[in-house]
Antibody
Framework: QVQLVQSGAEVKKPGASVKVSCKAS????????IHWVRQAPGQGLEYMGW????????NYAQKFQGRVTMTRDTSTSTADMELSRLGSDDTAVYYC????????????WGQGTLVTVSS | QSALTQPASVSGSPGQSITISCTGT?????????VSWYQQHPGKAPKLLIY???KRPSGVSNRFSGSKSGNTASLTISGLQAEDEADYYC??????????FGIGTKVTVL
């Protein structure tokens, strides 16, 4: 069955970077884009961007450009999202989700990774 | 990309029907038939309910239906059940390979 399993919770200090991993299984990794969405405590969903596991191509939401880097490792079917220069407003649950190439909806989601930014 | 507008909360009694609106602009909802809806229970990941405005994935109850008119999309839940109590988010493709989410609607079953 399709699964997206994310890495565990992180606590970071302001100004640091965090890397969240998303390991895919149960489908052909290179056939689906991996998107990242975050949700601050008690808030709504916020779109961050995507990576094409086949080509490695990326597209980042304007808000995160210059601060986010998305990568993938096709040998392990894993996509990573690194966010730098963390501030307290980056405290959120970060989700990965897949989108079939050519479509526009998130059909499977990871379980979420809580990133807490605190001094 | 600005967030799509949704009512903060909607409530209904068991068995009733409710509708959640999702208002965007001609740059997102109004320009593409690429609106999707997600259900999120507390502490859980979102779950896909509707895609491409009105299509239901396999396994999603036919009590959930979607539609769109102009810049506003809608999700209707018919035969409201206790298990439908959750947060609901719309999402639209917004061009330039990016997406916009709605601010979310809390559904309460009275």
């Amino acid at each position: 069955q399709v699964q997206l399993v994310q890495s565990g919770a992180e606590v970071k200090k302001p100004g640091a970077s965090v890397k969240v991993s998303c390991k895919a299984s149960g489908y052909t990794f290179t056939g689906y884009f991996i998107h990242w969405v975050r949700q601050a405590p008690g808030q709504g969903l916020e779109y961050m961007g995507w990576i094409n596991p086949n080509s490695g191509g990326t597209n980042y939401a304007q808000k995160f450009q210059g601060r986010v880097t998305m990568t993938r490792d096709t040998s392990t079917s894993t996509a990573d999202m690194e966010l730098s220069r963390l501030g307290s407003d980056d405290t959120a649950v970060y989700y990965c989700a897949r989108v079939r190439s050519g479509s526009s909806y998130f059909d499977y989601w990871g379980q979420g990774t809580l990133v807490t930014v605190s001094s | 990309q600005s967030a799509l507008t949704q009512p903060a909360s909607v409530s209904g009694s068991p068995g009733q029907s409710i509708t959640i609106s999702c208002t965007g602009t001609s740059n997102d909802v109004g320009n593409y038939k690429l609106v999707s809806w997600y259900q999120q229970h507390p502490g859980k990941a979102p779950k896909l309910l509707i895609y491409e405005v009105s299509k239901r994935p396999s396994g999603v109850s036919n009590r959930f239906s979607g539609s769109k008119s102009g810049n506003t999309a809608s999700l209707t839940i018919s035969g409201l059940q206790a298990e439908d109590e959750a947060d609901y988010y719309c999402c639209s493709y917004a061009g330039s390979s990016t997406y916009a989410f709605g601010i979310g609607t809390k559904v309460t079953v009275l």
